[in-house]
């Protein structure tokens, strides 16, 4: 029997998933990827997580699109890709970014195709200094997908993001922290607790609120400053009949830590 291609960890609140192809740098067959859609679908709903955090197993985090698989030498290549586009990646995309709980990404080596997108649907993305990130589509003649010409370009303004989609180099994590790509970058043997830590500390917060939030990160990227007053108003309405805002001024008040259920 094979090798399970995704962990999934529940540790208190946080759900650690990592990705474990590490002979193929991670990269994606129709099994992990089949897999990966069904744990973030579990956890979508599972009241108990309040935080994920994403990582690879070994050197790499993930190589994007199995291409051995998308290739195979004996087989005809996949038949459409537009169609695999449509039905593995772009539901993984949607599932993070819709997710009413944040995620962490610990980047712990290159990160190439699908693989640096996958990392930069994430909200919070931590790398090793040995990281690297890699627009390698355009290496074998495609297009990037998986949302990165949608976010690339938003994270470091077009003239960047062209250079990154057009020339395909490997951009080193120190590199990506100062482009604003990236949130930190740290030492490989201080990522898991920088980044563990970084959602453990996020599973104690409000999770309603942090939902939101990422919905207004969202809706930024496309709505006017009048759209974004209206939803910023909705929210804070919603955000303020929370349980959570209750706790959250009732501690302050008492001068004492408050205890967030998330609700
Ligand atoms: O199919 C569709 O629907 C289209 C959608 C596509 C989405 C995409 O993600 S397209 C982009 C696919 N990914 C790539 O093009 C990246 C390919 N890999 C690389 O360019 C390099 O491996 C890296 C730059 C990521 C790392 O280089 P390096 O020198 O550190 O490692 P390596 O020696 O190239 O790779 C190590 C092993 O992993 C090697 O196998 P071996 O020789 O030890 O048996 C290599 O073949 C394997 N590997 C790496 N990436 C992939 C892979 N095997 C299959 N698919 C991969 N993507």
């Known amino acids: 029997m094979g090798q399970d291609s995704i962990l999934l960890e529940k540790l208190g609140g946080v759900a650690r998933i990592t990705l474990n192809r590490p002979d193929v740098l991670n990269s994606f067959d129709a099994s992990m990827s089949g897999k990966l859609q069904d744990v973030l679908a579990e956890l979508a709903t599972d009241r108990e997580i309040r935080a994920l955090y994403l990582t ?44 009413p709980k944040p995620v962490v990404c610990g980047v712990n080596g290159v990160a190439a195709g699908a693989g640096a997108s996958l990392a930069f649907a994430c909200d919070l993305v931590v790398a090793s200094e040995e990281a690297s990130f890699l627009q390698a589509f355009i290496k074998i003649g495609l297009v990037p997908d998986t949302g990165a010409s949608w976010i690339l370009p938003r994270l470091t303004g077009t003239a960047h993001a062209a250079a990154l989609m057009m020339l395909g180099e490997k951009l080193p994590a ?51 400053l009048e759209q974004q007053l209206e939803l910023e108003a909705d929210y804070q309405g919603r955000a303020g009949r929370s349980l959570d805002y209750t706790e959250g001024v009732k501690a302050f008040l008492d001068k004492r830590k408050p205890s967030f259920t998330g609700a």
């Not at 698989?69 to 539901?91: G, I, M, Q, S, T």
């Not at 490989?188 to 104690?204: C, H, W, Y």
């Open 56 to 99: 690879g197993t070994g050197r790499a985090f993930c190589a994007g699109q199995d291409l051995a698989e998308a290739c195979p030498k004996d087989a005809p290549p996949l038949a459409d890709f537009a169609d695999h586009v449509r039905k593995v990646y772009n539901p993984i995309v949607l599932s993070l970014r819709n997710l």
């Open 174 to 224: 120190p590199r990506a922290l100062e482009l604003g790509m990236i949130y930190k970058v740290c030492p490989l043997e201080a990522l898991e607790t920088v980044g563990m830590g970084l959602a453990t500390q996020l599973a104690g917060q409000p999770t309603y609120a942090l939902g939101l939030i990422k919905k207004l990160l969202n809706a930024s990227a496309n709505n006017t």
